[in-house]
């Protein structure tokens, strides 16, 4: 089941619990990275998908998929799933004028790692397992390693808000909380 999210400030999301929107072919290749856990928990086996557009400019749309899978480890591995083809079309929930292809590119798998470690680090993350970037898509105009970085951050936040048993965030909420603090956070820098 997806929910389309109306965020205001022309920002729109939509979320897929459970399940994918689409398939996806296999990857060109996968990237791994690993964090050690200091205080592991295992939870449960986890799945969401992340549609984003955000207002029109150089960087407004990313597609980022997640699988959590737990594991009885104290490590937390990081996969990303590479696919560069720029052949296989998606039609976004989100109604965009422009083509949006299918895959994570290369460009955007620095970002993602990067995102997704910084993320976790800062929230403190205890949950054993792996965590596995499979699908996604982008256009080739609207998509950045700036909008892969905010649907990653907002991936790994929609994930703790599932895996924690006393988080009751909306998912809405916790999508704007986290646009919020890396606008606010970057307009600092």
């Known amino acids: 089941m997806n929910t389309i999210f109306d965020l205001g400030k022309f920002r729109k999301a939509v ?11 296999k990857a060109d290749y996968e990237l ?15 799945k969401i998908v992340l549609e984003l557009k955000l207002p029109r400019n150089s960087s407004y749309y990313a597609m980022l998929g997640v699988e959590y899978n737990p594991n009885q480890k104290s490590e937390l591995m990081i996969k990303i799933k590479v696919k560069n083809s720029n052949t296989i079309f998606y039609k976004s929930k989100l109604q965009l004028h422009e ?8 460009e ?11 993320k976790i680090l800062e929230s403190n993350w205890k949950y054993t397992g792996s965590i596995v970037f499979l699908l996604g898509a982008h256009s080739l105009i609207g998509s950045s390693e700036t909008v892969f970085s905010k649907a990653t951050k907002i991936l790994i936040a929609l994930l703790l808000n599932e895996l924690s048993e006393e988080s009751c965030l909306s998912d809405d909420s916790v999508i704007k909380e986290e646009l919020d603090s890396y606008q606010y956070n970057n307009s600092f820098a």
């Open 15 to 25: 979320v897929w619990k459970d399940e994918h929107p689409l398939i996806m072919d």
């Open 32 to 46: 791994k990275t690993l964090l050690q856990l200091n205080e592991p928990i295992i939870s449960k086996y986890q």
């Open 99 to 106: 083509e949006i292809y299918l895959g994570i590119p290369t």
């Open 108 to 118: 955007y798998v620095d970002s993602i790692i990067s995102s997704a470690k910084e």
